[in-house]
């Protein structure tokens, strides 16, 4: 996956094995390196307009981050995991997975795993296993870096990242291989077409899959399940034209600003 206008550089004045860290992660992705040139100290936002590149993928002795050019910076993190937390089984993400009455998640796949934050915000509620799926390999690369740093600060977010997994793989083609029935539930948190907006969505957009959800993700998804298949939407979006066929979703749990479609795991594969 190309990753046009973004570039690979260090934090001001690197050790050697932050440089070759940045160098592996620009190979391994296909972006161009900017060294920190000794002797000419200048901000990650100056090298972005030298190279006409909108983000910065910086590797620094503290963690890996996405800064963009005007301002704003993405890393792994907890995220709402507070808020989870705080509301547990009543937070509508929850409910979608799990509904009440049920017995409580033992693993599911997060199919678009992106950052993590709801990875972890659901291993947080259930204490389960979470796989993790990432086709971007700059966003792999930053949870290869993030989860492991959240797991050694020792916090609350610490248990839970410990019990998420990250695969860099094509969604539909490592569930395809996986085989039937080898997860609780599929979690699908696709990139909307018409974000909501936020000050590093653009920037998203560059390093992440944005690809829809298509019918063969869908198919893999249902046979991978042991329960259900969970499709997080906009809140606007009707039911009658979300995915790739609307009607395989049977409930639509209601949330603030997003929603979730749930499709039991024995529905009717889709026709691709």
């Known amino acids: 996956m190309k990753s046009p206008g973004i570039i690979v550089t260090t934090s001001k004045r690197p050790t050697y094995e932050i440089e070759q860290a940045a160098r592996s992660i ?3 992705c296909s972006v161009p390196y900017v060294p920190r040139k000794r002797g ?4 990650v936002e100056r090298l972005c307009s030298e190279h006409e590149a909108r983000a910065a993928y910086v590797v620094s002795r503290q963690r890996h981050e996405i800064r963009a050019l005007g301002g704003g910076q993405a890393f792994v993190n907890p995220g709402p995991l507070h808020v989870f937390l705080r509301v547990g089984r009543t937070h509508p993400l929850i409910r979608a997975l799990c ?3 049920e017995a409580e998640l033992t693993h599911m796949v997060d199919a678009t795993l992106g950052l993590a934050k709801n990875a972890i915000c659901i291993a947080g509620v259930f204490g389960c296993e979470v796989l993790g799926l990432e086709s971007s390999p700059l966003m792999a690369c930053l949870l290869e870096e993030g989860l492991p740093r959240l797991i050694r600060e020792e916090g609350y ?28 539930v599929v979690y699908l948190d696709p990139m909307f077409e018409a974000p909501i907006p936020h000050p590093m969505t653009d920037v998203f957009r560059l390093i992440a899959d944005t690809r829809p959800l298509s019918g063969r993700l869908l198919n893999a998804a249902l046979r991978a399940a042991k329960r259900r298949v969970v499709y997080r939407i906009p809140s606007t979006l009707p039911t009658e034209s979300a995915g790739p066929v609307p ?26």
């Open 26 to 28: 620009a190979l391994r």
């Open 40 to 43: 000419r100290i200048i901000s």
């Open 99 to 101: 509904p009440p009455g």
């Open 157 to 184: 977010w610490s248990k839970p990242a410990s019990h998420v997994s990250v695969h860099h793989a094509d969604a539909s083609e490592w569930l395809e291989s996986a085989g039937a029935d080898m997860t609780d």
């Open 247 to 272: 009607g395989i979703w049977t409930t639509r749990v209601r949330g603030k600003h997003v929603d979730y479609l749930v499709a039991p795991a024995r529905s009717a594969t889709v026709d691709i």
